[in-house]
C-alpha cells in the first residue's frame, strides 16, 4: 500500500482517489500520527496545505527518516516541506500563483515525468515558492512563473521526490501519469487492486471475522448499506439478518420495491412496517431537529426489538465508507452543528455487538463499482442520496400521512420524469418539497385553494456544497403540468435556484 500523509489540504482524498484509481491501494493518515514503515509500505506521497512551511507552528515530518525505508514524493506543501528540510529556500512569492501552468522539462530521462510532455498544462495552488533546491538535488522542471515545479533526489536510499503543481487534480493534464509512474516505476506497486479483486479478499477477510456467527444490519436502500450487505451475504449467507423498515417517509412504493431488489439479489432481509408507530411520534412536530430526532430514536427501537429476535447475532453490519471514517486534520478549529445527521450510529455501543463495516476503506465511486462487480442493478447502485429522515425533511411543519401521499405522488412525478429525460443520472439529487402554503389557482371554472411543491434538484461533488441544476425549460414545464393535473391538492409548482452555500440542500 501506499501512505498518504495528510496536512490539511483539500486535495488530499483527491491524491488518494488518483492512486485508488490506478489500482493501486492507499490510506490516507493525518501527518502528526503514528505509524510503521513495514514492507507492506510501498511508498509515502506528503499531501499539500493551507501552511506556509515558514509558518512557525507549520506541520512537520521527518522525511529524511522516511526515504531509509520507503520512496517519497511531496506535493506542494509535501514539496515544499521536503526541500526545507533539506536546507533549500522556500520564500513568500509575490503573486499567488494559482490555475494552469507549462511544465518545462529539464532532465529527459526521469523515470517520474517519463512520457509527459514537455509544455504539459499542470494545475498549481500555492504562494511559497522553492527558491532553492538543497545540495545534491536536480531540478526536473521549472514553469514560467517558478524555478522550480519538480526536482528529485536520488542520493538517499530510496528515491525522493517533489512537485509543486497538484498532479491529482483534473487540470493537470498528465496528472495520472505522473502518479502512475511514482507509484508503479519507482515503488515497484502492481496495479491488483480492483474491484473484483477487494470483493475476493474481502469476503475471505469476512469469513474470517465473522466465524460461524450471525450479523444483523439495517438497510436502507441506499447504496452502501446494499453492497455492504451483499458482500456480508456472500460470505456468511442467510447468517446475515438484514432489516428494512417503512418509516412512512419513503418515497413512493420504495419500501416494495427496494424488498423485492434484495430479495432478487438473494439477501435475507425482513421487512418491517412500522408506518404508524412513526407517524405518532413524528405528530404535531415542526422543528426539523426534534423530527429528526424522533425518528432517530424510534427507529433504534425498532432495530433493537427486531434484533431481540437474533439472540444468535454477535455482529453489526454497517455501511461506513471511507470519507466517514477519514481522520481530518483540523485547521480551521471544530465545526458547528448544521443539521444533525441520524443514520445508525450509537447502536453497537448498547447493543454489544462488535461492527462489521467491509466498505470502511471505499470511496463513494469504488463501492458503485464493487456494487456492479457484485451484480447488483445499476438502478440501485446509481440511485441518488436520499436522507434517513427522509420525506419528513421535505414536508416542512408538521408531517400527517395525507401530506406524505401528496409528496409522494409528487415526488414521484418529478423523479420518473428525470429518468424519462435522462437526466436523473445528470443531477446530484432531486427531491420535491412540500410547502405549508396555500394559494389560490383556478382549474375550469373553479376556484382552488391548494398546496404548493417546490423542486429542488442540484449537482454536486460530495454534498457538501452544490449548485442548482440548470434543468431546461420544457422539462420544468412537463413536470409541473404533470403535477398539477395529477395530484389532487397540488395546484402551484416553483423551482429552487438556491446554491449550497448559503442555502443547503433539503430545505429543513
Ligand atoms: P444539506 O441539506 O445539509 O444536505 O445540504 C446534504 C446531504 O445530506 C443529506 N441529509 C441527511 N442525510 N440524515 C441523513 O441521512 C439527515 O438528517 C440528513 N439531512 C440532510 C441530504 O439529503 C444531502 O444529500
Known amino acids: 500500500k501506499i501512505l498518504i500523509l495528510d496536512f490539511g489540504s483539500q486535495y488530499t482524498q483527491l491524491i488518494a482517489r488518483a492512486v485508488r484509481e490506478a489500482n493501486v491501494y492507499c490510506e490516507i493518515l493525518p501527518f502528526n500520527k503514528l505509524f510503521a514503515i513495514d514492507e507492506t509500505v510501498k511508498g509515502i506521497i506528503l499531501s499539500g496545505s493551507p501552511f506556509s512551511v515558514n509558518d ?64 504539459s498544462q499542470v494545475w498549481m495552488s500555492h504562494s511559497d515558492t522553492i527558491t532553492q533546491l538543497p545540495e545534491g538535488f536536480e531540478l526536473l522542471a521549472t514553469t514560467a512563473s517558478i524555478p522550480v515545479a519538480a526536482f528529485r533526489n536520488t542520493n538517499e536510499k530510496y528515491p525522493l521526490y517533489g512537485i509543486q503543481f497538484h498532479a491529482e487534480v483534473y487540470h493537470s493534464a498528465e496528472g495520472k501519469k505522473i502518479i502512475k509512474n511514482f507509484l508503479v516505476n519507482i515503488c515497484g506497486c502492481k496495479q491488483n487492486w480492483t474491484p473484483a479483486s477487494f470483493i475476493h479478499e474481502t469476503v475471505d477477510a469476512l469469513k474470517k471475522q465473522i466465524g460461524d456467527a450471525h450479523v444483523i444490519m439495517a438497510l436502507s436502500g441506499g447504496v452502501d448499506s446494499t453492497v455492504a450487505a451483499t458482500l456480508i451475504s456472500k460470505a456468511i449467507g442467510e447468517r446475515l439478518h438484514g432489516i428494512f423498515v417503512d418509516n412512512g417517509v419513503l418515497r413512493k412504493d420504495e419500501f416494495e420495491s427496494v424488498l423485492e431488489t434484495y430479495k432478487n439479489i438473494g439477501l435475507n432481509v425482513t421487512g418491517i412496517d412500522a408506518k404508524q408507530n412513526f407517524y405518532d ?25 427486531e434484533a431481540a429476535k437474533i439472540p444468535e447475532a454477535k455482529f453489526l453490519g454497517q455501511g461506513t465508507i471511507y470519507p466517514d471514517v477519514i481522520e481530518s486534520v483540523s485547521v480551521h478549529g471544530p465545526s458547528v452543528t448544521i443539521k444533525s445527521h441520524h443514520n445508525v450510529g450509537g447502536l453497537p455501543e448498547k447493543m454489544h455487538l462488535s461492527l462489521v463495516e467491509p466498505l470502511r476503506f471505499l470511496f463513494k465511486d469504488e463501492v458503485r463499482k464493487v456494487g456492479l462487480e457484485l451484480g447488483i442493478p445499476s438502478d440501485m447502485i446509481n440511485r441518488h442520496p436520499f436522507p434517513g429522515p427522509g420525506l419528513a425533511i421535505r414536508i416542512l411543519s408538521d408531517i400527517t400521512e395525507e401530506k406524505v401521499k401528496l409528496l409522494q405522488q409528487a415526488d414521484d412525478i418529478f423523479i420518473k420524469s428525470l429518468k424519462e429525460y435522462n437526466l436523473y443520472n445528470k443531477v446530484w439529487q432531486a427531491a420535491a418539497i412540500l410547502l405549508p402554503v396555500k394559494s389560490v389557482g383556478v382549474m375550469g371554472d373553479e376556484r382552488t385553494y391548494e398546496y404548493t411543491v417546490a423542486l429542488r434538484a442540484v449537482t454536486s461533488v460530495d454534498g457538501m456544497t452544490a449548485d442548482w441544476a440548470h434543468l431546461p425549460y420544457d422539462f420544468l414545464a412537463h413536470v409541473s403540468n404533470e403535477i398539477i393535473n395529477g395530484v389532487r391538492g397540488i395546484n402551484r409548482v416553483v423551482y429552487d435556484i438556491s446554491s449550497k452555500p448559503p442555502a443547503t440542500i433539503e430545505w429543513e
Not at 72 to 82: D, E, H, I, K, S
Open 56 to 119: 512557525g507552528d507549520a506541520p512537520v515530518v521527518n522525511i529524511p527518516s522516511f526515504v531509509q525505508k520507503t520512496p517519497v514524493l511531496g506535493v506542494c506543501y509535501g514539496a515544499q516541506l521536503t526541500a526545507k528540510e533539506y536546507g533549500g529556500k522556500v520564500e513568500k512569492s509575490n503573486k499567488r500563483e494559482y490555475g494552469r501552468a507549462k511544465l518545462h522539462k529539464q532532465i529527459e530521462d526521469d523515470v517520474l515525468l517519463a512520457d509527459v510532455e514537455d509544455d
Open 281 to 305: 411520534a413524528l405528530k404535531d412536530k415542526t422543528d426539523p431537529e426534534a423530527k429528526r430526532k424522533a425518528i432517530g430514536k424510534l427507529f433504534i427501537d425498532v432495530f433493537q426489538e
